[in-house]
């Protein structure tokens, strides 16, 4: 497949490092050289300089051939404008990041493919799920559903007094096949488990299970769910309107903005909040706005650092469920290791949400990345006759940083233990680290 990338920002970047894994063959276009830097010689693809509105740079870059032309620069007419070029040039299908949310109403989907624009995507509605799903699971740092809701993994951070800890994994404790341990998040490494390994207090752990199960990791992980009745916002962000317009209406919802104009806006726009003028890190002002009893505190705004000690002052306030939106990617290991509750990127979000998109072949049935740990879920169908069908797991021999978590077989999903005999159209969720996720593909070839 020839994928043609414009935009070398942070989503168009993360995106090719990702598909530069795969068999695949990667451009990746911007109009700027810095942003390119030397990705050509560090990753399997090509980089060249040139504008997504340019016929002649669309030409020279080959868009004729490409299967997917990606527009993903900051600019939404220039996305969608570039893609419109690509098509009537000869790309077979396209893909532009958009602002607009009309654009993405089912009604005007058949208007857009007419025009040449197959797929829409827009980072700050998938950023707003994310924010809406760890309300609702407030005691997860993360939570996902995996093969249609048949298995869960989340990602707790497990303290003192856990009974989860300090056990071998070898030590028969965690046999109990009410949940599985896959992965550890310890400082900035991350862990996929073997037998000598335990969890010790303030790791992140990734963990898989059926949803009938969740209390018994409660338990376990010594974590107490709470009703998440009040929620404070600070910043009146894109992101930040579209998650208070996605939350349910038995949910008060303060929405802190230092800018007064912005505040007369967001006022028009949100009828389910109370917008108030004010600094988001001023703790006497967090004091008289009620921080003290919020359930949640969502930072949102623009700027990375402010989301980060907003946060920290909201922790310091006893507020249980804290959220940060980090725009820079290398703030996310600084923000984890500060404990300020979960992290999240709008761009890893996109890039991840298209990358799984594109892994539609027959073996593989989804892939997410792990924002805090170095670790990607994956979710291969077994062939008849493939190598994983051919022993039990103890005996397959993996590649290291490897773990074969859960597998739905007819339907029904099952917790994997090293005696499991894996089976033809079983859906098999694996962990792994980022860089062997080709040597596990070869498994069920």
């Known amino acids: 497949m020839r994928i043609i990338i414009s935009g070398a920002g942070e989503v168009g970047t993360h995106l090719a490092k990702l598909l530069s894994r795969e068999n695949m063959e990667i451009s990746l276009m911007d109009e700027q050289q810095e942003r390119l830097g030397a990705l050509d010689a560090n990753y399997d693809l090509l980089t060249k300089v040139g504008s997504?509105?340019?016929?002649?740079?669309?030409?020279?870059?080959?868009?004729?051939?490409?299967?997917?032309?990606?527009?993903?620069?900051?600019?939404?007419?220039?996305?969608?404008?570039?893609?419109?070029?690509?098509?009537?040039?000869?790309?077979?299908?396209?893909?532009?990041?958009?602002?607009?949310?009309?654009?993405?109403?089912?009604?005007n989907k058949s208007f857009f493919e007419k025009m040449g624009l197959n797929h829409l995507i827009y980072p700050e509605v998938l950023a707003a799920k994310e924010i809406c799903d760890s309300l609702h699971t407030n005691w997860m740092r993360y939570n996902l559903l995996l093969s249609g809701g048949n298995l869960e993994v989340c990602a707790v951070k497990v303290r003192e007094g856990a009974e989860m800890l300090y056990k071998r994994f070898a030590s028969g404790f965690f046999n109990h096949g009410k949940y599985r341990v896959v992965a550890i998040k310890r400082g900035n490494d991350t862990i996929i488990p073997r037998g000598n390994d335990q969890i010790e207090a303030g790791d992140l752990v990734f963990i898989v299970f059926k949803r009938e199960n969740r209390h018994f990791i409660l338990e376990h992980?010594?974590?107490?769910?709470?009703?998440?009745?009040?929620?404070?916002?600070?910043?009146?962000?894109?992101?930040?309107?579209?998650?208070?317009?996605?939350?349910?209406?038995?949910?008060?919802?303060?929405?802190?903005?230092?800018?007064?104009?912005?505040?007369?806006?967001?006022?028009?726009?949100?009828?389910?909040?109370?917008?108030?003028?004010?600094?988001?890190?001023?703790?006497?002002?967090?004091?008289?706005?009620?921080?003290?009893?919020?359930?949640?505190?969502?930072?949102?705004?623009?700027?990375?650092?402010?989301?980060?000690?907003?946060?920290?002052?909201?922790?310091?306030?006893?507020?249980?469920?804290?959220?940060?939106?980090?725009?820079?990617?290398?703030?996310?290991?600084?923000?984890?290791?500060?404990?300020?509750?979960?992290?999240?990127?709008?761009?890893?979000?996109?890039?991840?949400?298209?990358?799984?998109?594109?892994?539609?072949?027959?073996?593989?049935?989804?892939?997410?990345n792990l924002t805090a740990a170095d670790a990607q879920i994956v979710e291969f169908v077994a062939n008849a006759g493939s190598k994983v069908t051919k022993h039990l797991v103890k005996d397959l021999h993996l590649p290291d940083d490897t773990n074969i978590g859960a597998l739905v077989r007819a339907g029904v999903g099952v917790l994997v233990n090293g005696d499991t005999q894996i089976m033809k159209d079983d859906v098999v969720v694996v962990f792994c680290k980022s860089d062997v996720i080709r040597k596990v593909e070869t498994f069920f070839e």
């Open 221 to 368: 992980a010594n974590k107490n769910k709470h009703a998440i009745r009040n929620v404070i916002v600070y910043g009146g962000s894109r992101i930040a309107v579209k998650t208070i317009m996605e939350m349910p209406a038995d949910i008060h919802v303060k929405l802190i903005e230092p800018d007064i104009d912005r505040c007369n806006e967001l006022a028009q726009k949100l009828t389910n909040a109370l917008i108030i003028c004010g600094n988001g890190n001023d703790m006497e002002f967090l004091k008289e706005e009620g921080i003290e009893d919020a359930d949640a505190f969502v930072a949102l705004t623009e700027n990375t650092e402010t989301n980060i000690f907003a946060c920290l002052a909201a922790k310091r306030f006893g507020v249980r469920k804290t959220i940060a939106e980090v725009e820079n990617l290398d703030y996310i290991p600084m923000a984890e290791g500060l404990d300020i509750g979960t992290v999240l990127n709008k761009k890893t979000i996109t890039a991840s949400y298209i990358y799984q998109m594109l892994l539609n072949r027959s073996k593989v049935r989804n892939v997410r």
């Open 52 to 107: 997504p509105t340019s016929l002649h740079d669309l030409k020279d870059i080959g868009v004729e051939h490409a299967d997917l032309y990606i527009a993903v620069t900051p600019d939404e007419s220039k996305n969608i404008t570039s893609c419109l070029i690509a098509n009537s040039l000869g790309a077979h299908k396209t893909l532009a990041r958009i602002d607009n949310y009309e654009f993405l109403l089912p009604e």
